[in-house]
């Protein structure tokens, strides 16, 4: 069946460190892939997407590019700051279901230190 | 701008008790999802469904029924509580229309449940 796997965390940078937050997927087909985000006590919100191979999906200073030939989406950002310390799920939803149900990692806690 | 409502936030209930989250979302969207969310492993898929009176199995569906009488309301049901269903539960939403399946799924703020 459809998978993602992410790294554990979680993952401890101070203020202005780059981040890279890695997921891999097995899935048939081209699913869709995305990432949430969620901070504490709230639900998900979407933080990026890409659709096919090679897409790249970028918001507020994140980006993760969809790489067919490794199956992977692994997430970046350039400088990270407090703010975003919170928990990161890559998903995906895969291109042959009707139900369009997500697929989730396991999280990767994100803690920024000023 | 209400979204994804949840109701209620937090409950706990004692093992054997019974009760219903309810879901509730104002974008008309046709598809709508139970999620559960448990320590290091991600949230995984009760039960969904896509469409008024429609509902089906998810990964983990044992110990829950839904119902989706009205197109903005998606009720999850614990007939009998277990302490294996303490966890914090998610409802989302999304529209039908996607041909890329790239379509975000909007979700609510969470149910923390704990049963005892």
């Known amino acids: 069946g459809d998978s993602v796997t992410q790294m554990e965390g979680p993952v401890t940078l101070s203020e202005e460190a780059f981040l890279t937050i890695n997921c891999t997927y097995t899935?048939?087909?081209?699913?869709?892939l995305f990432w949430y985000v969620q901070y504490p006590g709230e639900g998900l919100q979407l933080l990026l997407k890409a659709t096919k191979a090679d897409d790249k999906g970028s918001n507020k200073g994140f980006e993760a590019t969809y790489r067919k030939e490794t199956t992977s989406f692994h997430l970046e950002k350039g400088s990270v700051q407090v703010s975003d310390s919170a928990v990161y799920f890559c998903?995906?939803?895969?291109?042959?279901?009707?139900?369009?149900?997500?697929?989730f990692g396991s999280g990767t806690r994100l803690q920024v230190q000023p | 701008n209400a979204g994804v409502t949840q109701t209620p936030k937090f409950r706990v209930l004692k093992t054997g008790q019974s009760m219903t989250l309810l879901c509730a979302q104002d974008?008309?969207?046709?598809?709508m999802y139970w999620y559960r969310q448990d320590p290091g492993m991600g949230l995984r898929l009760i039960h969904y469904?896509?469409?008024?009176?429609?509902?089906a199995k998810g990964e983990v569906p044992d110990g829950y029924n839904v119902s989706r009488l009205k197109k903005q309301n998606f009720l999850l049901g614990l007939e009998s509580a277990a302490p294996s269903q303490t966890s914090v539960y998610f409802c989302?939403?999304?529209?039908?229309?996607?041909?890329?399946?790239?379509?975000?799924?909007?979700f609510g703020d969470g149910t923390r449940l704990s049963i005892l």
């Open positions: 974008m008309n969207h046709e598809y």
């Open positions: 989302a939403s999304r529209p039908r229309v996607d041909r890329w399946a790239n379509q975000p799924q909007h």
């Open positions: 469904s896509v469409g008024e009176g429609t509902t």
């Open positions: 998903a995906l939803i895969p291109m042959d279901t009707g139900r369009r149900a997500l697929t």
């Open positions: 899935a048939t087909g081209y699913p869709s």
